[in-house]
């Protein structure tokens, strides 16, 4: 199993991943700020995302589209018609709760009582606001609830500007927002998120095969990165539970404390988004193949994971629990590439000599990779910090590097330490910490 929940939970807030927001004011439900190691986390988490479906592709290109839209497009996407929750209210304690997500469709789990339900609404999920000085119908505007539909009606834009012929995505990774009525578990489940998506559009004769083909790809990503193979699984969506829009859906499913839960959908959406965009607009979506003098409306493969439940799935999973001596030691396996340090520094004690020496040897890996240097405590202490945040490696610069210019390099996982010649660290990190 991975990690315990609070343990987790407890981890990112002690040593800086994710605060609860405006915490000095009670904080703001489902809103979290990611905090020095977080952020650098979270955003080596969406390079490699970007890395592995843009930068090592050759029929992928990247688009960040606006937050702020049309309402056309959501109108013709059917977001303002059908995106909505079925909600119950609570006539006791007036707390609301999504129908489908009640373990005792009559008993409210926020205050014990029975048969005390309203019948079931309709509740919008998008966020309202209003463009201009003046609020109005006229001026109406939503924050997106997904970046896909950026994605679409752009299509025409990028293929004609990117010179791209079919099979070819737009990938694209941005906020998102949905007005949930139930948000929790962390950062799993929040009003405020970001998005990781693809659209891979195709002709309708290839979608199938595109679709297996990504869902294999997906799949892969995670365990290069470090998930436990047994921590992941694929479900298929049953035909009862197929968006309106998809002709097959397969989620990759992490086995979070709760249970086993969603990280990415991998949907083929058909030609569904873009036909309503022709539809709604006028505007030709259709895609001309010359070589089969032919022209249709492309069907679409989306691979859409959470950026941000990515992020908790690695947490969790790097957490390691280990007895070293009879003390219990902590590590964050992660993955080098998603380790928020990638070097500490450590100089031995705070005498002036190495203080400096560690600043040379500080300044030398800088340029490479996010380091770290700490002078305080003990450097038994030292190297159980670093292990607990998931540093891979740390120098440390002790007495006899001020004769023999050498450093000791201690890895994190095995806790091996090599003896190498200060001119010579950054060849051997370079070898170790895979970009």
């Known amino acids: 199993m991975p990690a315990d929940f609070d343990t987790i939970v407890n981890l990112a807030k002690k040593r800086g991943f994710i605060f609860q927001s ?50 056309e497009v959501w109108v013709a996407s059917g977001h303002l018609e059908s995106f909505s929750d079925p909600l119950v209210e609570c006539r006791d ?12 469709p009559d008993k409210c789990p926020t205050c014990g009582s029975s048969g005390t339900f309203t019948e079931p ?31 679409f009606i752009n299509f025409e834009n990028v293929r004609r500007t990117a010179r791209m012929k079919l099979p070819f995505g737009i990938a694209q990774i941005g906020k998102a927002f949905r007005n949930e009525i139930t948000p929790g578990q962390f950062i799993f489940r929040t009003r405020e998120f970001e998005q990781m998506e693809m659209e891979y559009f ?25 998930i436990t193979p047994e921590h992941l699984r694929l479900r298929e969506h049953d035909v009862d539970e197929l968006a309106h829009y998809a002709a097959g859906t397969f989620d990759v499913e992490y086995l979070f404390p709760w249970g086993w839960d969603e990280l990415e959908g991998i949907a083929n959406r058909t030609d569904f988004d873009l036909r309503a965009h022709i539809e709604r607009s006028g505007e030709d979506l259709t895609y ?55 070097v500490a520094v450590l100089p031995l004690s705070r005498k002036p000599e190495l203080v400096e020496t560690t600043g040379r040897v500080a300044d030398a890996l800088r340029s490479r990779w996010p380091i770290e240097v700490d002078v305080t405590q003990s450097i038994g202490r ?21 004769d023999d210019n050498q450093v000791t390099v201690r890895d994190r996982d095995t806790m091996a330490q090599d003896r190498i010649p200060i001119e010579g660290v950054s060849t051997y990190l ?6």
Not at 123 to 147: A, C, I, Q, W
């Open 288 to 342: 001309f193949d010359q070589e089969a003098n032919e022209r249709f409306v492309p069907y679409v493969i989306e691979p859409s994971a959470g950026a941000t439940r990515a992020t908790f799935a690695f947490l969790l999973d790097a957490y390691t629990e280990e007895e070293v001596k009879g003390e219990k030691r902590v590590v964050l396996k992660l993955d080098p590439r998603l380790a928020p340090i990638k």
């Open 202 to 226: 195709c002709h309708p004769d290839d979608a199938a095969d595109k679709f297996q083909e990504w869902v294999g790809l997906r799949h892969r990503w995670y365990t290069d990165l470090g």
């Open 22 to 71: 405006s915490e000095i004011y009670g904080g703001l439900r489902s809103a979290y700020d990611y905090g020095p190691l977080g952020v650098e986390l979270l955003r080596n988490v969406k390079d490699q995302w970007w890395h592995s479906m843009v930068r090592m592709r050759d029929d992928v290109v990247g688009l960040d589209s606006a937050i702020l839209q049309s309402p």
């Open 382 to 402: 030292r190297y159980r910090r670093q292990d607990e945040i998931g540093t891979p490696y740390c120098v440390t610069v002790d007495f006899d590097s001020l």
């Open 121 to 151: 609404r309709e509740f919008n999920l998008m966020f309202k606001t209003h463009m201009g000085p003046v609020e109005s119908d006229d001026n109406v505007v939503y924050l997106r609830p997904e970046t896909a539909q950026g994605i």
């Open 430 to 435: 370079a070898e170790r910490l895979v970009t």
């Open 93 to 104: 304690c007036n707390s609301r709760h999504r129908l489908d997500k009640l373990k005792d």
